[in-house]
């Protein structure tokens, strides 16, 4: 029995990893960012979602001198309870929100790694520049957004197959 376990566990790892895209939120006043990304763990899917407001006085930090803004990250499980974070995040500030679907590529234009905070490049302290949600590949956008289509969003980040052929 536990061979048969065990045969299991190793299959779902198998499918393991990141997915192959992203989705970016931007607020029309470009303050606040929202990025969403989904990674198979041992068979189950985390979504996890950064998210910053560059206003914020609890994000800011100095980093080497500089001020910098840092992200905050929130991951789950169950993708209602993740459609509704993100839907919660995009309502806040009373906005029509828009999300765009990109390759996950370059992602080093939108979080600086460092080893004791993931910050915003530099050049976001202040606001978001234009250029944030066209870091990569766009693939698509949708407006007019609801539970359902934030969760079918969230869905969509962790196909059964991705190949370029």
Not at 67 to 77: L, P
Not at 108 to 123: G, M, S, V, W
Request: contains cysteine; glycine residues 8%.
């Amino acid at each position: 029995m536990d061979d048969l376990a065990g045969l299991v566990v190793k299959q779902l790892q198998l499918d393991d990893g990141p997915g192959p895209f992203v989705q970016v939120f931007t607020s029309r006043d470009r303050k606040n960012a929202l990025v969403a990304t989904a990674e198979r763990i041992n068979g189950i899917v985390h979504y996890e979602y950064a998210y910053v407001d560059v206003t914020d006085a609890k994000s800011r930090m100095l980093h080497e001198g500089e001020e910098r803004v840092a992200w905050s990250f929130v991951k789950y499980t169950d993708v209602d309870a993740a459609a509704y974070f993100g839907l919660a995040f995009m309502h806040r500030w009373g906005q029509e929100g828009c999300m765009t679907m990109h390759r996950r590529v370059n992602m080093d234009k939108i979080f600086d790694e460092r080893a004791e905070h993931t910050l915003l490049p530099q050049y976001h302290t202040r606001d978001i520049g234009y250029g944030f949600s066209c870091f990569s590949e766009r693939m698509g956008a949708t407006t007019k957004l609801d539970t359902e289509k934030v969760r079918a969003g969230l869905l969509s980040l962790m196909p059964t197959s991705h190949n370029v052929r």
